[in-house]
C-alpha cells in the first residue's frame, strides 16, 4: 500500500512538472561594458519564485503557465519590471542589461528610479557633474583594499593623507582645517585636545561613499580650508544577509608579551563598568582632602591597581553581522532598512624613542642639549563596537525619507613602561616611570533627511541631525621611580612629590559631554528654458537656512600621594622602596606613618561652552551653451563661548563674529569627455573649545604639556582653483589643477617657552599663503587588451605638490618670519594598481602611499620646530569570491616604515642629518584574513 501510494505521489509531481514553463536569460551591467552581474536578484512578482544570477550572470527558473511580472534587482542598481508569458514545456529567455544611470521608460519595461552611488564609476559621474572642485572614494574602491576604517580608505583621495592614524589632511593643511559632515549633517568634533573628526571612528563596511568639496559653494558650510568631506553612510535596495569574521597577526605583537593593569570585566564590550570610576560619595570639596585621616578614607576606596602584570597578545579579531531588507507598503510605498553591528579586539605593541632638545645660546653657538632620553614600550588593547540603523521611506517617485544612525563604542586599554634619563631634573639617575590608562568614548550621530519634489520645477530638501558624546580617561595613574646609575644593584625609588602634579603618583580622571543639534531647508527652483524646439538646460535658483547648536562640559580632577613631614626618614625610605604591588596598599596609605592623598586640580581644569550658529544662502546656477556659471554667497553667524578660569580667576571667552562668504565657479565643456573649471570661495576657519579653554593637560607618551589660547580667533582663507578635467569612458578620468589659498590669521600648532618643560598650544600667525597642482588618474586597460590578464588591470595615481609659506609678521619672536605652513606637506603621492576578474572572482590590489616632511608642531629658537619626516606605506590585499563566500587576505603596512618625528635643531627649515629626533617608532605590519558568508 506505502509503495502504491509513493508511486502515485511520484507521478503527479512529475505531472506537475512537466507542465510548468522555464524561464533563462543573462544579466549584465551596463555601466561595465555589459559584463556580467552575478548575485543579481530574479523574482516573479507577487509569488515567492525566485532565484539568483549565478557567477556569468546567468538564471533559470521554473513556474505554472500563465502572465507574470518579472524583477531584477541589484544592490544600488535600478529596478527593472518585465511583462513575460509563461507556457507549459516551454521556455522564453530574457536578457537584460541593469544600469545606475537615471530612470527611463523603455517599451514593455518598467524601471524604478533608484541610482546606484556606491560604485567608482557612479563616484567619476559625480565629480563630472559636481559643480564644484571634489575627489571622492566609493564603497566599491574601498571593498578592494585591506581599509577596515574610513581614515585609511581616505589615504587613497588626491591630496589626502592621515595623521596619526585617524585625522584626515588635505592639500597638506592640519586635520583642523576641515570640517566634516555626515548625511548632510554636521559631525561632531571627536578629540578632547584638538579641532577634528577621528575617522578610524567609521568602519569601512558601513560607507556608501565619501566625497571631498575642495572649494566652497553658497549652500555647503562656510567653515573649512583644505576641504569639507561629506560622508555617506550605506542605504539599502535588495534583501540580503551577511556575516563576515577576520582574524590578524601583527608583526611584534601578535603571541608577544602585553602588559596592563587590571581592568573591568565589561572592557571586553569596549566599556569601564564604572571600575574605574571616583565613587560615588567621593567629596567634590578638595579641601575635605587636606585632613589627613579623610584623605586616607578616601584614598582607600579607590582600587590598588598600580603593578601591571604579563600576558600574551593575541590574534587580532573582528566580526560583523549586516542585514537588509525591502518591505513593500501599500499604495507602492517601500521601506527599506539597513542594520550592521561589528566588533573588532586588537592589540598593539611598539617600542618608541622620545626625546626632549632645547638649543643652548650660550656664548653664541646654537647647541641643542639633550634634556630627556627615554625608550618606551607601549602596550594596547582596544575594543570597537559600531552599530548602523539605516531606513529609508519613499512614500512615491516624489518623495523620500531617509533615518540613519551610526553607533560607536570605543574602549582602549594602554600602558608604557618608560627607561631612561632626564638630564635636566634627575642628573646621574636612571629612571623607570610608568603610565596605566583606559579610555573610554561613546559617540552617536543620527540624521533625519528628506527629498520632496513639489512639481517639474521645484523640490525642497531638508536635513535634521544630533549628536551625542561621552568621553572619559577614568583613573589615569602616571609616577615616576629612580635609582643611581652608579648603584646598579638599588631598587628603583618612587618620587616623592612635595605636592600635588600631573608628573607623580598621580591619579587623574576626566570626563567630557557634548551633544549637538543642527538642521537646515534648501529649496531649488527650476526655470526651464526653449530655444525654437530645442529644450535647453535650466536655469538653477537655490536658497536656504542652517543653524546648529552644540555643548560642552568638560571636568578634570588629578590626585597625588604625599609623605608628610611627620613620617621619619627610615620609614619614608622603606615607604619609597616598596613594590608595587605594596607601595600604595591600605597597609601604607595611612595617616600615621605613611602616605597620605591630595588633590591638585583647580577651577582650570573644568570648562564649560558652547557654540550657535547661524546661516543662510543665495545660490544660482546659469548655463549658457557650453559654460555654465553658479555663484552666490552664504552669510553665517557664529557666538563661541568658553566659561572657565584662568588659575583662580573667571575666564569668559565670547566671540561673535559675521561672515560674509560669497563663492562662484566656473565651468566650460568642450564635449562630453572633456572641461574645464575656475573657482573662488571665500571660507574661515573658527577655533574649537578646547583650543581656547585654559586647561593643562600633561601628555605622558610625548612628553608634553597642552594647553589652550583665550586670544585664539577666527581665520579667513580665500581660495582659487583651476582644474582641467579628462573623461574618456565610464569609470575612468585624468584631471590637472592648480590652486592658490590667501590666509588671514592662520591657525597653528606651536611650541612657546614657558618652562622648561615642553608645553603645545594654538595660535594665530599674521598671513600665509599656499599654492599648488594635483593630477588625478584613473584607468582601466579593458579597451586596450580586450582579454587576458592585462585586461582586467586598472590603474589609479594621483599626486600632488604643494608650497606654503607663513608670515609672522611682528610675531616672529626667536622664530624666522617666514616658512612653511603648520601641517602642510610639500607633495603627497598615491598609487594603486588592481587587478579584477569577474568570470573566476580572483581580485588583487596593491596601494602605495608616501607624503613629504611636514611641520608638526612650530617652534623657536629655544624648542625648535618639530617635523614628522616623509614615510612610504605600501598595502596588499588579494581576494577569491565564490557564489556565497568570499575570502580576502591583506597585508597593511608591509614596508613597516619608522614614524619619525625630528626637530630641526639647526633653524634651517629642514631635516637633515644635523637634527635630532623626538619621537621615532615602528607599529609593524598587519596580516590580516577575512571571510564573508552571504546568506
Do not use: C
Given at each position: 500500500m506505502k509503495l502504491k501510494v509513493t508511486l502515485i505521489t511520484l507521478l503527479i509531481t512529475l505531472f506537475s512538472f512537466s507542465q510548468k514553463g522555464t524561464i533563462t536569460g543573462t544579466l549584465t551591467d551596463k555601466d561595465m561594458n555589459n559584463e556580467s552581474l552575478p548575485f543579481a536578484n530574479v523574482l516573479l512578482k507577487g509569488t515567492t519564485i525566485g532565484t539568483t544570477t549565478d557567477v556569468d550572470g546567468k538564471f533559470t527558473l521554473q513556474a505554472d503557465p500563465g502572465n507574470y511580472t518579472l524583477e531584477f534587482s541589484f544592490l544600488g542598481y535600478q529596478t527593472v519590471e518585465v511583462p513575460v508569458e509563461v507556457k507549459a514545456n516551454q521556455t522564453v529567455t530574457i536578457n537584460r542589461a541593469l544600469t545606475s544611470g537615471d530612470g527611463v521608460m523603455l517599451k514593455d519595461v518598467v524601471v524604478a528610479t533608484t541610482r546606484r552611488k556606491n560604485t567608482e564609476s557612479a563616484l567619476v559621474m559625480e565629480m563630472k557633474e559636481a559643480k564644484q572642485v571634489i575627489s571622492a572614494i566609493s564603497a566599491e574602491q574601498m571593498s578592494k583594499g585591506t581599509d577596515g576604517n574610513a581614515a585609511q580608505a581616505m589615504q587613497r583621495v588626491p591630496g589626502v593623507t592621515i595623521n596619526d592614524g585617524k585625522f584626515v589632511m588635505v592639500r597638506g593643511l592640519g586635520e583642523r582645517y576641515n570640517n566634516v559632515m555626515i548625511n548632510g549633517a554636521l559631525a561632531p568634533s571627536t578629540e578632547v585636545d584638538r579641532r577634528t573628526f577621528s575617522f578610524d571612528l567609521l568602519p569601512t563596511s558601513t560607507l556608501e561613499k565619501m566625497t571631498i568639496s575642495k572649494t566652497g559653494a553658497a549652500?555647503?558650510?562656510?567653515?573649512?580650508?583644505?576641504?569639507?568631506?561629506?560622508?555617506?553612510?550605506?542605504?539599502?535596495?535588495?534583501?540580503?544577509?551577511?556575516?563576515?569574521?577576520?582574524?590578524?597577526?601583527?608583526?611584534?605583537?601578535?603571541?608577544?608579551?602585553?602588559?596592563?593593569?587590571?581592568?573591568?570585566?565589561?572592557?571586553?564590550?569596549?566599556?569601564?563598568?564604572?571600575?574605574?570610576?571616583?565613587?560615588?560619595?567621593?567629596?567634590?570639596?578638595?579641601?575635605?582632602?587636606?585632613?589627613?585621616?579623610?584623605?586616607?578614607?578616601?584614598?582607600?576606596?579607590?582600587?590598588?591597581?598600580?603593578?601591571p602584570t604579563r600576558g600574551t597578545a593575541f590574534l587580532n579579531t573582528g566580526i560583523g553581522f549586516s542585514i537588509g531588507r525591502q518591505i513593500k507598503l501599500k499604495n507602492d510605498r517601500n521601506l527599506s532598512s539597513l542594520n550592521m553591528i561589528s566588533y573588532s579586539n586588537g592589540f598593539q605593541n611598539y617600542s618608541k624613542n622620545v626625546n626632549t632638545f632645547i638649543n643652548d645660546f650660550t656664548g653664541g653657538n646654537n647647541i641643542p642639549q639633550q634634556q630627556r632620553d627615554f625608550d618606551d614600550q607601549y602596550y594596547s588593547n582596544e575594543v570597537r563596537l559600531s552599530a548602523l540603523s539605516n531606513w529609508s521611506l519613499r512614500l512615491n517617485p516624489n518623495n523620500k525619507i531617509t533615518f540613519k544612525n551610526l553607533y560607536n563604542q570605543i574602549g582602549e586599554n594602554f600602558t608604557t613602561l618608560r627607561t631612561g634619563f632626564d638630564f635636566d631634573q634627575r642628573p646621574g639617575q636612571v629612571l623607570n616611570n610608568y603610565e596605566f590608562g583606559y579610555s573610554g568614548r561613546k559617540i552617536l550621530t543620527s540624521q533625519l533627511n528628506g527629498d520632496h519634489k513639489l512639481s517639474e520645477k521645484s523640490s525642497v530638501h531638508w536635513v535634521f541631525g544630533g549628536n551625542l558624546i561621552n568621553d572619559i580617561l577614568p583613573d589615569l595613574r602616571r609616577f615616576r621611580t629612580f635609582r643611581d646609575i652608579d648603584s646598579p644593584n638599588d631598587s628603583f625609588a618612587m618620587i616623592d612629590p612635595p605636592s600635588s602634579n600631573p608628573f607623580d603618583t598621580g591619579r587623574f580622571f576626566s570626563e567630557l559631554n557634548e551633544n549637538s543639534v543642527n538642521g537646515g531647508v534648501d529649496y531649488e527652483y527650476k526655470i526651464e528654458r526653449v530655444k525654437g524646439d530645442e529644450e535647453l538646460a535650466s536655469i538653477v535658483l537655490k536658497a536656504g537656512i542652517f543653524g546648529d547648536y552644540k555643548s560642552r562640559d568638560f571636568s578634570a580632577r588629578y590626585f597625588s600621594y604625599l609623605i608628610p613631614g611627620n613620617v621619619g626618614q627610615e620609614r619614608k625610605e622603606q615607604l619609597l622602596r616598596l613594590p608595587l604591588t605594596e607601595i600604595f596598599s591600605p597597609t601604607n596609605v595611612t595617616a600615621s606613618d605613611g602616605w597620605v592623598f591630595r588633590e591638585g586640580s583647580n577651577l582650570s581644569d573644568s570648562y564649560k561652552a558652547n557654540n550657535t550658529l547661524a546661516a543662510g544662502y543665495l545660490y544660482g546656477e546659469f548655463p549658457i551653451d557650453k559654460f555654465l556659471l553658479t555663484g552666490g554667497v552664504r552669510v553665517e553667524h557664529n557666538r563661541l563661548e568658553v566659561d572657565g578660569y584662568q588659575g583662580i580667576n573667571r575666564l569668559l571667552v565670547e566671540q561673535p563674529i559675521t561672515s560674509v562668504l560669497p563663492s562662484f565657479n566656473f565651468s566650460y565643456?568642450?564635449?562630453?569627455?572633456?572641461?574645464?573649471?575656475?573657482?573662488?570661495?571665500?571660507?574661515?576657519?573658527?577655533?574649537?573649545?578646547?583650543?581656547?579653554?585654559?586647561?593643562?593637560?600633561?601628555?605622558?607618551?610625548?612628553?608634553?604639556?597642552?594647553?589652550?589660547?583665550?586670544?585664539?580667533?577666527?581665520?579667513?582663507?580665500?581660495?582659487?582653483?583651476?582644474?582641467?578635467?579628462?573623461?574618456?569612458?565610464?569609470?575612468?578620468?585624468?584631471?590637472?589643477?592648480?590652486?592658490?589659498?590667501?590666509?588671514?590669521?592662520?591657525?597653528?600648532?606651536?611650541?612657546?617657552?614657558?618652562?622648561?618643560?615642553?608645553?603645545?598650544?594654538?595660535?594665530?600667525?599674521?598671513?600665509?599663503?599656499?599654492?599648488?597642482?594635483?593630477?588625478?588618474?584613473?584607468?582601466?586597460?579593458?579597451?586596450?587588451?580586450?582579454?587576458?590578464?592585462?585586461?582586467?588591470?586598472?590603474?589609479?595615481?594621483?599626486?600632488?605638490?604643494?608650497?606654503?609659506?607663513?608670515?609672522?609678521?611682528?610675531?616672529?619672536?626667536?622664530?624666522?618670519?617666514?616658512?612653511?605652513?603648520?601641517?602642510?606637506?610639500?607633495?603627497?603621492?598615491?598609487?594603486?594598481?588592481?587587478?579584477?576578474?569577474?568570470?573566476?572572482?580572483?581580485?588583487?590590489?596593491?596601494?602605495?602611499?608616501?607624503?613629504?616632511?611636514?611641520?608638526?608642531?612650530?617652534?623657536?629658537?629655544?624648542?625648535?620646530?618639530?617635523?614628522?619626516?616623509?614615510?612610504?606605506?605600501?598595502?596588499?590585499?588579494?581576494?577569491?569570491?565564490?557564489?556565497?563566500?568570499?575570502?580576502?587576505?591583506?597585508?597593511?603596512?608591509?614596508?613597516?616604515?619608522?614614524?619619525?618625528?625630528?626637530?630641526?635643531?639647526?633653524?634651517?627649515?629642514?631635516?637633515?642629518?644635523?637634527?635630532?629626533?623626538?619621537?621615532?617608532?615602528?607599529?609593524?605590519?598587519?596580516?590580516?584574513?577575512?571571510?564573508?558568508?552571504?546568506?
Open positions: 549652500y555647503l558650510p562656510g567653515d573649512f580650508a583644505g576641504g569639507l568631506i561629506n560622508v555617506t553612510t550605506s542605504e539599502n535596495f535588495t534583501d540580503f544577509t551577511q556575516l563576515s569574521f577576520s582574524v590578524g597577526f601583527r608583526n611584534n605583537t601578535t603571541f608577544d608579551d602585553y602588559w596592563q593593569t587590571e581592568g573591568s570585566p565589561t572592557d571586553f564590550l569596549g566599556m569601564d563598568n564604572g571600575y574605574r570610576q571616583l565613587p560615588s560619595g567621593f567629596p567634590s570639596d578638595r579641601n575635605v582632602l587636606n585632613d589627613n585621616q579623610q584623605s586616607v578614607f578616601y584614598a582607600n576606596q579607590l582600587p590598588n591597581n598600580f603593578n565643456t568642450f564635449n562630453e569627455k572633456n572641461l574645464v573649471r575656475l573657482a573662488y570661495s571665500r571660507t574661515v576657519n573658527r577655533p574649537e573649545f578646547r583650543e581656547i579653554a585654559p586647561f593643562l593637560f600633561y601628555d605622558f607618551q610625548e612628553d608634553t604639556e597642552v594647553d589652550g589660547n583665550s586670544n585664539l580667533s577666527t581665520a579667513t582663507i580665500d581660495n582659487f582653483d583651476l582644474r582641467y578635467e579628462f573623461y574618456p569612458s565610464k569609470g575612468e578620468t585624468a584631471s590637472l589643477g592648480v590652486f592658490y589659498k590667501k590666509f588671514d590669521n592662520p591657525i597653528e600648532f606651536i611650541l612657546p617657552v614657558v618652562s622648561q618643560q615642553r608645553r603645545m598650544r594654538y595660535n594665530n600667525s599674521e598671513s600665509a599663503t599656499l599654492y599648488g597642482a594635483e593630477l588625478e588618474v584613473r584607468k582601466s586597460f579593458k579597451e586596450e587588451f580586450k582579454i587576458g590578464f592585462f585586461s582586467d588591470l586598472s590603474l589609479n595615481l594621483n599626486a600632488s605638490y604643494i608650497f606654503s609659506e607663513v608670515d609672522l609678521g611682528s610675531g616672529a619672536l626667536a622664530q624666522q618670519q617666514n616658512r612653511a605652513l603648520q601641517g602642510q606637506s610639500p607633495y603627497v603621492v598615491n598609487l594603486a594598481l588592481g587587478y579584477d576578474n569577474k568570470e573566476n572572482g580572483w581580485n588583487g590590489n596593491l596601494i602605495f602611499n608616501r607624503f613629504g616632511d611636514r611641520i608638526y608642531a612650530v617652534g623657536g629658537d629655544i624648542f625648535p620646530t618639530i617635523f614628522e619626516v616623509a614615510r612610504n606605506q605600501l598595502d596588499f590585499t588579494i581576494s577569491k569570491s565564490f557564489e556565497k563566500v568570499t575570502y580576502k587576505v591583506g597585508i597593511a603596512n608591509l614596508l613597516d616604515d619608522k614614524f619619525q618625528f625630528f626637530q630641526d635643531s639647526n633653524l634651517d627649515n629642514k631635516i637633515n642629518d644635523s637634527d635630532d629626533p623626538v619621537f621615532v617608532h615602528k607599529t609593524g605590519a598587519l596580516f590580516n584574513f577575512n571571510v564573508t558568508y552571504k546568506f
